[in-house]
């Protein structure tokens, strides 16, 4: 059975500083993983899906970077904002039915001025 | 474009009552899916679809139908509410293609509270 983690559950950082989120799955066999930022009280919204033949996707400040040998994915934030306040959650699809979605418990980030 | 949207975005019911949840997407979508996110247990799927007219159970079906009677709509039914099901509901589609690059795209969530 596919098991998404992430850690740390919370973290709270000053504006300025760079980041690291880390998200793991212990079947490596995924065709994808896609990172999602979720606003308090908000739906989720798609920040990058990586495919399995790739090693990092990035937008803007972003960089998403994928190891399935190890079962690992970090989502890199530079020069963060109070702005990217959120909790991010990973997901990947279920190795027995890739039509369904599992999903880590999210990191709360808060980043103060 | 609207995206995927769900209506209502509050409701709270007494122990019993029946309800149904509304989500709809203008993208062509081929898969939509019903999830309820609650605390330290993340997002769980209740019931998906891959087609109009085609319904299948989640992790946690029990107690919730779901109908795809026209392609850009998916219903999510409680027929008899219990408080297990106060949770915030999402719903969620993504078109049809290759497994290596599909991605869901999410409402902004129903909020139910059963009292």
């Known amino acids: 059975k596919q098991e998404v983690t992430q850690i740390p559950a919370a973290l709270s950082v000053p504006e300025g500083e760079n980041l690291v989120l880390n998200c793991s799955f212990t079947?490596?066999?995924?065709?994808?993983l896609q990172w999602f930022r979720q606003d308090p009280g908000k739906g989720l919204t798609s920040l990058l899906l990586?495919?399995?033949?790739?090693r990092e996707q990035t937008s803007g400040r972003l960089n998403a970077s994928l190891d399935k040998s190890s079962g690992r994915s970090t989502l890199y934030i530079a020069a963060s904002q109070p702005g990217d306040s959120a909790t991010y959650l990973c997901a990947v699809p279920s190795p027995y039915n890739t039509d369904k979605l599992i999903f880590g418990t999210g990191t709360r980030l808060q980043v103060f001025p | 474009n609207a995206g995927v949207t769900q209506t209502p975005k509050f409701r709270v019911l007494k122990t019993g009552q029946s309800m149904t949840l509304l989500c709809a997407q203008d993208?062509?979508?081929?898969?939509m899916y019903w999830y309820r996110q609650d605390p330290g247990m993340g997002l769980r799927l209740i019931h998906y679809s891959v087609g109009e007219g085609t319904t299948a159970k989640g992790e946690v079906p029990d107690g919730y139908n779901v109908s795809r009677l026209k392609k850009q709509n998916f219903l999510l039914g409680l027929e008899s509410a219990a408080p297990s099901q106060t949770s915030v509901y999402f719903c969620?589609?993504?078109?049809?293609?290759?497994?290596?690059?599909?991605?869901?795209?999410f409402g902004p969530g129903t909020r139910l509270t059963v009292t």
């Open positions: 079947d490596s066999a995924i065709y994808n």
């Open positions: 969620a589609s993504s078109p049809l293609g290759d497994y290596f690059s599909y991605e869901q795209y």
């Open positions: 990586i495919q399995s033949s790739q």
């Open positions: 993208m062509n979508h081929e898969y």
